[in-house]
């Protein structure tokens, strides 16, 4: 059986992404290894507490010899737009996990909206990555 173990996030400062993670969202570290024969390469791995085998890692932009100058400035500039990527989280009781990370600093760019699949909004982190907070409703039919 083949599963999904991570998913990675581009992000500028890893220290301040691991602020925000941990720290605003709550997520625990699931790996941290620097590896110096690899240019201090750091693995970066968080994820909600909880079982589960998904981690976010935390990936810094690499420079020369894996990107060059010019792919590396590609990548910040739609980090910038926000749409590098998106990641959806999902709660049983979305007001008060709103609340919630709002009280830790959490700024959201959408206010909380009702739609077909559940009530829903937006933020983003630190570097530019999209985040989606819902509570899905069951769907007729599915």
């Given at each position: 059986m083949i599963r999904?173990?991570?998913?990675?996030?581009?992000?500028?400062?890893?220290?301040?992404a691991l602020a925000f993670y941990t720290e605003k969202l709550g997520f625990?570290?699931?790996?941290?290894?620097?590896?110096p024969e690899m240019?201090?390469?750091?693995?970066?791995?968080?994820?909600?507490?909880?079982?589960?085998?998904?981690?976010?890692?935390?990936?810094?932009?690499?420079?020369?010899?894996?990107?060059?100058?010019?792919t590396r400035g590609?990548?910040?500039a739609l980090m910038a737009k926000g749409v590098s990527s998106g990641i959806f989280l999902t709660t049983d009781d979305f007001y008060a996990s709103y609340e919630q990370l709002k009280s830790?600093?959490?700024?959201f760019n959408e206010e909380p909206e009702e739609r077909p699949y559940g009530i829903d909004c937006g933020f983003r982190d630190p570097s530019g990555n999209n985040f989606r907070l819902t509570q899905v409703k069951e769907l007729a039919g599915l």
């Amino acid at each position: 059986m083949i599963r999904i173990t991570n998913t990675q996030v581009w992000v500028h400062d890893q220290e301040e992404a691991l602020a925000f993670y941990t720290e605003k969202l709550g997520f625990e570290v699931r790996a941290d290894v620097t590896m110096p024969e690899m240019g201090d390469f750091r693995w970066l791995a968080v994820a909600p507490p909880g079982p589960d085998e998904i981690s976010i890692v935390l990936m810094a932009i690499p420079g020369e010899p894996m990107f060059t100058a010019e792919t590396r400035g590609q990548i910040e500039a739609l980090m910038a737009k926000g749409v590098s990527s998106g990641i959806f989280l999902t709660t049983d009781d979305f007001y008060a996990s709103y609340e919630q990370l709002k009280s830790r600093g959490v700024e959201f760019n959408e206010e909380p909206e009702e739609r077909p699949y559940g009530i829903d909004c937006g933020f983003r982190d630190p570097s530019g990555n999209n985040f989606r907070l819902t509570q899905v409703k069951e769907l007729a039919g599915l």
